[in-house]
């Protein structure tokens, strides 16, 4: 069965950057996008980017452009997504999904997600 | 910050059947299939219709998508207990480079 684990929650202070890492299992990494969603305490869902893991190429959200960047090691099937310049409002719950190569977005496992919290 | 506009809350008696609402636009819901995911409490999103109106494995089917222009609905017929969650409407947006929106995001209670 398919499974995205997630790496272990983080604390940063405001500016440092964190690197959170999603390894897939249960099915062929190169053949699905990995897209990252982040959830506020009490908030919703909010759309980051995708990673093409076969290519390396990205897409990411216009308002992360130039602080994310998402990247994968296929020999052990993970993808990685690294934040810079944090802060305060980047406290959040951090998810992997996984997505079929399509010509419409949908995202059909997701990994438990990574809490982040930014503080001083 | 969301661009589909969800119905904050909705609830039903156990049996019922409830509709929750997700308003777009013509660069998201009126030109691309809509999404929807349930968040149980404390979890991550799963989801629960793909490509509007087709469910996923696993999925009962007490559970439907439609579409009709920019609108979407998602009904959920024979409420139970444990449908009580967050639920969250998706879809593509073509504006700019591209993005995945979501909803606001809708409270269902079994009351």
């Known amino acids: 069965q398919v499974h995205l684990v997630q790496s272990g929650a983080e604390v940063k202070k405001p500016g440092a950057s964190v690197k959170v890492s999603c390894e897939a299992s249960?099915?062929?990494?190169?053949?699905?996008?990995i897209h990252w969603v982040r959830q506020a305490p009490g908030q919703g869902l909010e759309w980051m980017g995708w990673?093409?893991?076969?290519?390396?190429?990205?897409n990411y959200a216009q308002k992360f452009q130039g602080r994310v960047s998402m990247t994968r090691d296929t020999s052990i099937s993970t993808g990685y997504m690294e934040l810079s310049r944090l802060r305060s409002d980047d406290t959040a719950v951090y998810y992997c999904?996984?997505?079929?190569?399509?010509?419409?977005?949908?995202?059909?496992?997701w990994g438990q997600g990574t809490l982040v919290t930014v503080s001083s | 910050q969301s661009v589909l506009t969800q119905p904050p809350s909705a609830s039903g008696t156990p049996g019922q059947r409830v509709i929750i609402s997700c308003s777009g636009s013509?660069?998201?819901?009126?030109?691309?299939?809509v999404d929807w995911y349930q968040q149980l409490p404390g979890t991550a999103p799963k989801l629960l219709i793909y490509?509007?109106?087709q469910r996923p494995s696993g999925v009962p089917d007490r559970f439907s998508g439609s579409k009709s222009g920019t609108s979407a609905s998602l009904a959920i017929s024979g409420l139970q207990s444990e449908d009580e969650a967050d639920y969250y409407c998706?879809?593509?947006?073509?504006?700019?480079?591209?993005?995945?929106?979501f909803g606001t995001g809708t409270k269902v209670s079994v009351l």
């Open positions: 249960g099915y062929t990494f190169t053949d699905y996008y």
């Open positions: 490509n509007t109106n």
């Open positions: 999904a996984r997505a079929p190569y399509t010509n419409y977005v949908y995202l059909d496992y």
């Open positions: 990673l093409n893991p076969d290519s390396g190429a990205t």
């Open positions: 998706a879809s593509w947006d073509d504006t700019l480079n591209g993005s995945y929106v």
């Open positions: 013509s660069s998201n819901i009126g030109d691309n299939y």
